[in-house]
């Protein structure tokens, strides 16, 4: 394969990514910021957005890695630290929820990880 087709395939990955990642944020994380019980559990919000990352990543993980995580994080009062949390997501989502989460993470994931490494190899391989 060429660069411009693995190029050409990442920024597809990454442009369906994006249409996911504004419909998961408007059908699942808009529900969780309305509910009381989880709010407070979506994880800190660095830039605009951040939140739907949380909790496609909570969503996402196997259940071993997100308690991990969530053992391992820095408590921020309120019982939210920097990610979201799983246990409460998990009460609180459908099978669907969790679904375009999985699907919405890993394509995201993919992507971008895709796009650094065609980057990196461009710049020192110099792909024409």
Request: some cysteine; charged content about 15%.
């Amino acid at each position: 394969m060429s660069f411009s087709t693995l190029f050409a395939i990442s920024a597809a990955a990454a442009f369906i990514g994006c249409i996911l990642f504004v419909i998961f944020g408007q059908i699942t994380v808009r529900k969780l910021r309305k509910n009381p019980e989880t709010k407070h559990s979506l994880g800190i919000e660095f830039a605009s957005g951040w939140d739907i990352l949380n909790v496609a990543g909570a969503l996402a993980l196997p259940k071993a890695v997100a308690q991990k995580i969530k053992r391992n994080s820095v408590s921020m009062g309120m019982g939210s630290g920097f990610e979201a949390d799983p246990d409460i997501l998990y009460k609180h989502t459908t099978v669907f929820d969790r679904v375009l989460a999985r699907i919405f993470f890993w394509l995201w994931m993919f992507s971008g990880f895709a796009l650094i490494i065609l980057a990196i190899l461009d710049f020192f391989w110099g792909f024409d």
